[in-house]
């Protein structure tokens, strides 16, 4: 490997030294299915875990954990850049230095051999599998087995400017067909504001995680039951149409963006420059941050994913879960760390802590909390809305050349070096290349 265990790991504990802003004490005193009698008092956890303020104010709470087990637990805060690399060099190399760690929903099939399936636990501790979405908790399963629980997820919705639609009294778009005519309303009205901002430069695929939407809208998938490629079926290909007509024929999105990344896209909303935005939404924090953006809160408006008339809602999910590696040697004390993590109490009180501002919630009890939707704008029970019903991608090991594949097939797409059937049956013949090759 390019970098050498050692060397991550000490890369890990310079990033855990940034103590979060203000230690906090949870008040969720009681975490239901912990062991009654502190059987593992003593014991210290190691966990491996992304850099990200989520999990810093978990940290910031671990003395109620202690309190309630008399466990302690050290994390590692590994930057995102790095995580992968962190968890096959454990998963490879490991002697069992952690007894919990965190990986990306894209990475979990890849590092099938990193953890236990926790099917048991969750029984044991009468954990409810429908606390999650299932959008969110497919992710940590691999064949049949659940290796993770959610614990950091994202989703989709549309941003858009609210000081503009109500100056022009214009309606928030439901469907694609109503977002192509309200961003035509919106650059017939202002000068220089695109319609709606989105990327179809390739890197890392992003140039794909806003048309994932127009294909589960037109009610196709990217592999049917076989596993094979089923996005270049009639359906597929027309949601490849309806999204880079935007930029070919609609021209409804800023004159860069055959180029754009998904970070231009934001930073084109965020310097005025676009009126719509289909993104993520920890976005919110970057359009609200000036020293990113021109905007405030009061210009900032957000609304689900449009989709086709009669359709469900989707959302393109991101979803983070915890394992417990297989060389742990204090498996019974991570699986009372898990427990804890997976109170739905904990994470609706970092919800509402006035001190954090991360948005992130899984559980389906906090997405729909009154309390935690007041205090974002009702953002969690759009979330909840397009996870309701959302088709997600079940990430095999090939994925990252499928992914490849996809986004090159997109970009020829876009730019009008092939029409949309040739790059993506040409794609499809390819993915199909892959699969064979496993």
Request: aromatic fraction near 8%; glycine fraction near 8%.
């Amino acid at each position: 490997m390019a970098i050498r265990r050692r060397e991550l790991l000490a890369a890990a504990a310079g990033g855990a030294a940034f103590a979060a802003a203000a230690p906090a004490r949870a008040s969720v005193t009681a975490t239901p299915g912990l062991r009654p009698g502190k059987p593992f008092a003593g014991q210290e956890l190691k966990v491996l875990c992304v850099v990200s303020s989520q999990f810093r104010a978990h940290e910031a709470r671990l003395a109620a954990f202690t309190e309630q087990t008399g466990i302690t637990a050290k994390y590692t805060f590994v930057p995102f850049a790095s995580m992968r690399e962190a968890l096959t060099a454990e998963m490879v190399g490991g002697g069992g230095d952690y007894d919990l760690a965190i990986a990306m929903d894209q990475w979990v099939a890849s590092l099938n051999n990193l953890f236990d399936p926790i099917d048991d636990i969750v029984r044991a501790k009468s954990i409810p599998l429908d606390r999650w979405p299932e959008a969110h908790l497919r992710q940590g399963r691999v064949n049949g087995k659940l290796l993770g629980l959610p614990s950091r997820g994202h989703v989709q919705l549309l941003f858009y400017r609210r000081d503009l639609f109500e100056k022009h009294n214009l309606t928030v778009p439901a469907t694609w067909s109503a977002l192509v005519e309200t961003a035509k309303a919106v650059q017939e009205k202002e000068s220089g504001i695109a319609g709606v901002s989105v990327p179809y430069g390739r890197g890392n695929g992003q140039n794909l995680m806003v048309w994932y939407n127009f294909l589960w809208g037109r009610g196709a998938s990217l592999f049917d039951d076989r596993g094979q490629p089923a996005f270049n079926s009639a359906a597929g290909l027309q949601s490849v149409q309806d999204y880079v007509d935007l930029l070919r024929v609609h021209r409804v999105v800023p004159s860069g963006a055959l180029s754009f990344t998904e970070q231009d896209a934001v930073n084109s909303m965020g310097q005025g420059n676009a009126a719509m935005l289909p993104v993520w939404w920890w976005v919110r924090s970057t359009l609200l941050n000036p020293q990113s953006s021109r905007l405030t809160e009061s210009q900032i408006g957000f609304a689900p994913m449009p989709s086709y008339e009669g359709r469900p809602r989707t959302t393109f999910t991101n979803t983070w879960v915890w394992g417990i590696p297989r060389r742990s040697r204090r498996k019974e004390a991570a699986a009372e760390l898990l427990a804890w993590i997976a109170n739905p109490a904990l994470e609706r009180e970092i919800l509402l802590d006035p001190r954090e501002n991360d948005v992130v919630a899984v559980m389906q009890p906090n997405l729909l909390d009154e309390a935690v939707n007041a205090r974002f704008g009702g953002m969690h029970r759009f979330a909840a809305e397009g996870l309701a019903r959302t088709e997600s991608i079940t990430y095999g090991p090939e994925w990252p050349q499928i992914s490849e594949a996809l986004e090159t097939a997109m970009s020829e797409a876009a730019t009008g070096t092939r029409s949309v059937p040739d790059a993506f049956n040409g794609a499809a013949a390819q993915v199909r290349r892959i699969i064979r090759r496993g």
